[in-house]
């Protein structure tokens, strides 16, 4: 097989298009929270559960996407993906219930579903040779840190002179735009030898079922959904209510960043930012050494980090401090995750395979963000959901050790 730099790859760079805007509009939730709650006066569990249940169908919804594009092709998967997406925000402007927005952003996470990772992920990993496999798998993860740099800003923005219905409105445009670079999103047919290609997709799922290890990396990946869901859909909030009044001038007043609402835009971008040198790095790490290793140090290192946040004072500085550090690693494993399974079980199935173990992450961002929302009310604070967050953290770091990294048999 010919083998080719990511960077020259039109599927990858492709990819890469559309996870920058998918991610884009995602991202931006969160900053989306105050305004729709004050607009009608609704308690802040209301519009966190609609993004607890947009993340549990964005979960639901990976597997199913996943096994559409492996069986009628990706584009069309792609293409239904982005029509859902862009029809559940426009429903979404509509929307003056908190049950219609819950309603409506089942449609959302279904059409994340079909223009995220699961699908795009396997795509850009059949295209790639077995040497940039991993790196290839950190660009096309990175783009979606792109699209968190660029989404909270770009809608904090727009928020100044529109409403959030306008604004609503303005990301399903670009998300029908986004289909037109499609033609260019051919899927290579899956490097596999005679026998992985006369194995069934239920012979496949059986085995994987069965092996322990898939069951450590589909446990493992909860706390990944659970903290990056929590400080997605709630950090720009608690920022705002919790750091006070900041300065106007100095560092803070050169960046833009004259309030509090304003830092907590920028902590989600800079977040993005620094993940897309943490996901490369991650990337070229994963074509080099263990992969359950690596994966086990990062999630270690995100409870540390979490942990110290919490018991320190919250400032400007270890609010930006935090971002920083917490972004190089945010999606860090998810080229590590996808290219273990794409290792372990083989690349004719591996969007079905991921779309599965995502289920679990999806599992955890809805959690963090129905419990960020429910917990605040309660508690007046975010407090005892940021230390639930730091336990499960732990226990990712632990279940990924006894993962065996080796290529399961294929089945006579």
């Avoid at 223009?115 to 790639?128: E, K, P």
């Avoid at 409105?169 to 899927?187: D, E, H, K, N, Q």
């Avoid at 992985?196 to 012979?203: F, I």
């Avoid at 004719?348 to 991921?354: A, K």
Wanted: overall charge neutral.
């Amino acid at each position: 097989m010919e083998t080719r730099t990511p960077l020259f790859n039109p599927v990858l760079i492709v990819g890469c298009l559309i996870i920058l805007i998918g991610f884009s509009v995602r991202a931006s939730f969160g900053v989306f929270q105050i305004p729709i709650a004050s607009e009608f006066n609704w308690p802040r569990a209301e519009f966190s559960l609609a993004i607890a249940i947009q993340n549990l169908a964005w979960g639901i919804g990976q597997p199913l996407f996943g096994a559409m594009a492996e069986k009628v092709g990706d584009r069309k998967a792609i293409l239904l993906g982005a029509l859902v997406y862009a029809a559940g925000l426009v429903l979404s402007s509509f929307a003056v219930t908190p049950q219609a927005h819950q309603l409506y952003e089942i449609l959302v996470g279904f059409g994340i579903a079909g223009t995220g990772f699961g699908v795009i992920l396997a795509v850009v990993g059949r295209a790639s040779s077995d040497k940039n496999r991993s790196m290839s798998l950190a660009i096309a993860t990175a783009a979606g840190s792109a699209g968190q740099v660029v989404g909270a800003p770009l809608a904090e923005w727009l928020l100044g002179f529109l409403s959030w219905q306008e604004v609503f409105m303005l990301f399903a445009a670009a998300l029908i735009l986004m289909l037109g670079t499609l033609p260019l999103m051919r899927s290579p047919a899956a490097p596999a030898g005679k026998a992985e290609l006369e194995e069934s997709m239920g012979a496949i799922l059986g085995k994987a079922f069965r092996d322990p290890s898939y069951t450590f990396i589909f446990l493992g990946f909860f706390s990944c959904g659970y903290q990056l869901a929590f400080v997605t859909a709630h950090f720009p909030a608690f920022v705002t209510e919790m750091c006070g009044p900041i300065a106007t001038d100095g560092l803070l007043a050169s960046m833009g960043i004259g309030t509090t609402s304003a830092l907590g835009a920028a902590a989600i971008s800079l977040i993005g930012l620094a993940n897309i040198a943490g996901t490369l790095l991650a990337g070229w790490l994963g074509d080099r050494f263990t992969k359950k290793y690596l994966l086990a140090g990062i999630y270690a290192l995100r409870t540390m980090i979490a942990a110290a946040f919490i018991l320190v004072p919250m400032t400007p500085a270890t609010v930006l401090l935090f971002s920083v550090s917490m972004g190089a690693l945010w999606l860090a494993t998810v080229p590590l995750t996808s290219g273990l399974i794409a290792h372990i079980y083989g690349l004719r199935y591996m969007g079905t395979l991921y779309g599965v173990v995502f289920f679990s992450h999806q599992l955890g961002s809805f959690l963090g963000v129905w419990l960020g929302g429910r917990m605040y009310d309660i508690y007046g604070d975010y407090t005892a959901v940021w230390w639930i967050g730091v336990g499960v953290g732990a226990f990712s770091a632990l279940i990924n050790l006894p993962v065996r990294e080796k290529r399961a048999p294929i089945a006579a």
